[in-house]
């Protein structure tokens, strides 16, 4: 094969296959992105189970559900004792 002909091939080859493919796939670069949900829950009072006012929590995770739990258990986690958050629901 002559040098003109193997460059020729080369280029063909090269331009054939495209540019080269990043080392990040575009759906793993989703993976990477973080998901931020605000809760407003009712601050049940447990010795009556009676509602005293709310409560908010805020949850940071890789999926939308799992941030969601997140800003319940947040919600809980500031709970005065014998006190506890229910009826979540997302805020904007």
């Known amino acids: 094969m002559t040098p003109l002909r193997s460059c020729l091939a080369l280029i063909l080859t090269v331009a054939l296959l495209g540019p080269a493919t990043p080392a990040v796939a575009d759906d793993e670069m989703t993976v990477l992105k973080r998901v931020t949900v605000?809760?407003?829950?009712t601050k049940i009072r447990l010795s009556d189970n009676s509602g005293v006012g709310h409560v908010f929590?805020?949850?940071?995770?890789?999926?939308?559900?799992?941030?969601?739990?997140?800003?319940?258990?947040?919600a809980n986690d500031?709970?005065?004792?014998?006190?506890?958050?229910?009826?979540?629901?997302?805020v904007r």
């Open 38 to 41: 605000k809760v407003k829950c």
């Open 57 to 74: 929590g805020t949850g940071t995770a890789k999926t939308y559900s799992l941030a969601e739990k997140a800003a319940v258990k947040n």
């Open 78 to 90: 500031k709970m005065p004792r014998g006190y506890r958050a229910k009826h979540c629901h997302p």
